[in-house]
């Protein structure tokens, strides 16, 4: 995609300001005062008012916004969740003032999906500010969630396929992440995307896969034993050793990861539940190290132990056939797939205990 | 429900609009040097001077200041 103009992206098309959300002027939402010259009409401009929903979306969409704080994108609290977990309360303050420096620009609002291009890839609005019902894949989602879920899901990695429902069936992300989905989430699902419902489920829309009359072995032979992307999804991105700190030249936050690279790994499911009853699901590594904060200060995760580093993971490149689901034997029986204890770094074995899988599914005899 | 809710906003928002309308009124307006877009159809027929402007690729062009991206000093993939 080629990057917007400076006034592209500030450029409003006629007809926004006949609509039903043009209507109420400018300045009923951005602030800033009535002047030809601009930057005494730019005094007091709030940039993007939908950082206060409730004020200028809430009278009408009360319902949307009322859930909103909810929401994972809203929140971050999936950030906040993983991170105090591997911490102790007196070390918030400081994992706050990291996370406040280094997550706070994926905080996402009303208009980073319906109105603008994300603030990530710089702005801009989409479509001369009229308001997008449904969000672009690419110019919205992908701008947020490109390295990993859209480089799977469009096949940007050489020689990996895109998944087969986006080269098949040409859906695009809102397919299956519905609207209602994305502007709240309800009881566990608030804290972490893997806890509480599956959103959305294979199973929404494949029911059939796994019943008694399902004509494939390999589904009815499992049962619930694996998930459904053990055997569809193929290699995806792991990354390793994140480091956050501040700029000394200027001032701005930046990261450093050590390592990203594409496997694909099989192991035991770090948080089982009804919802989620697999006993084996994919995981991937996730980029975190005993000292990725140490910017800001001395051993901020003490409890670095009690969770694995090797997660729970949804790749999106999922496919019919696969290189494991290929025969009964290229699973069974082939150490190479699976979370073996050899494959995981000393430092971090503890925390991947309960993921590790001590004993593979044994080769099944060929008859 | 949801109707009233908005017609509120609209007269709200109007009431807003009055308020900044008068004091444009009391000061006096600079004439504006291109003759404005017909498109421009202000709420209370006052010069919205947001919407003359964001509407007017050239004077959007001639104002914005160049985009200075700090190199990000990042490195792999976030």
């Not at chain 1, 300045?27 to 004020?55: E, Y």
């Not at chain 1, 992307?229 to 701005?252: F, L, M, P, W």
């Not at chain 2, 109007?14 to 040097?33: D, E, H, N």
Request: hydrophobic share 30%; net charge negative; proline share 8%.
């Amino acid at each position: 995609m080629a990057p917007l103009e400076p006034w592209e992206k500030v450029l409003i098309s006629a007809d926004f300001t006949q609509s039903i959300h043009g209507r109420a002027g400018c300045v009923a939402c951005h602030r800033g005062q009535q002047s030809p010259d601009k930057d005494t009409a730019h005094v007091g401009l709030i940039p993007d008012p939908s950082q206060d929903a409730q004020r200028v979306c809430g009278v009408c969409h009360g319902e949307i916004v009322d859930g909103f704080g909810t929401s994972l994108h809203a929140s971050l609290q999936g950030y906040r969740t993983i991170v105090y977990s591997r911490s102790v309360p007196e070390n918030h303050p400081a994992l706050d003032t990291a996370m406040q420096n280094h997550c706070l620009s994926c905080h996402t609002t009303c208009g980073d999906c319906h109105i603008s291009q994300p603030k990530p890839v710089g702005g801009g609005l989409l479509n001369g500010h009229n308001v997008e019902k449904t969000p672009s894949m690419t110019r919205v989602c992908t701008a947020c969630h490109g390295s990993r879920v859209g480089a799977e899901y469009l096949g940007k990695h050489e020689g990996i396929p895109g998944d087969v429902h986006f080269r098949e069936g040409r859906m695009n992300c809102m397919a299956c992440h519905a609207g209602t989905d994305l502007h709240a989430a309800e009881g566990d699902a608030a804290k972490h995307r893997y806890w509480g419902d599956q959103q959305p489920a294979c199973k929404d829309c494949h029911a059939q896969v796994g019943r008694a009359d399902d004509p494939i072995p390999q589904h009815t032979i499992h049962g619930n034993k694996l998930a459904c992307q053990v055997c569809h999804a193929v290699e995806y991105t792991s990354c390793d050793g994140c480091h956050v700190a501040i700029s000394e030249k200027t001032g701005n936050p930046f990261f450093k990861t050590e390592a990203t690279y594409l496997s694909f790994v099989i192991g035991h499911n770090p948080w089982p539940s009804r919802e989620r009853p697999y006993e084996y699901v994919v995981l991937r590594h996730a980029p975190v190290a005993p000292t990725t904060f140490e910017y800001y200060g001395e051993n901020l995760l003490p409890n670095f132990g009690l969770l694995p580093t090797w997660t729970y993971a949804t790749p999106h490149n999922i496919q019919r056939q696969t290189p494991q689901n290929r025969s009964c034997n290229t699973c069974h029986g082939n150490a190479a797939l699976f979370l073996t204890a050899d494959k995981v770094k000393s430092e971090e074995l503890e925390a991947n205990r309960r993921v590790i899988v001590e004993n593979i599914p044994a080769a099944i005899p060929i008859p | 429900m949801r109707r009233v809710g908005m017609l509120l906003l609209i007269l709200g928002v109007g009431v807003f609009l009055g308020a900044c309308a008068s004091q444009g009124i009391s000061t006096p307006t600079p004439v504006p040097t291109a003759p404005l877009p017909e498109a421009v159809l202000t709420p209370l027929s006052q010069t919205d001077y947001c919407v003359q402007c964001h509407t007017d690729k050239e004077a959007l062009i001639e104002t914005a200041k160049p985009e200075e991206k700090a190199p990000s000093e990042s490195e792999g993939v976030g």
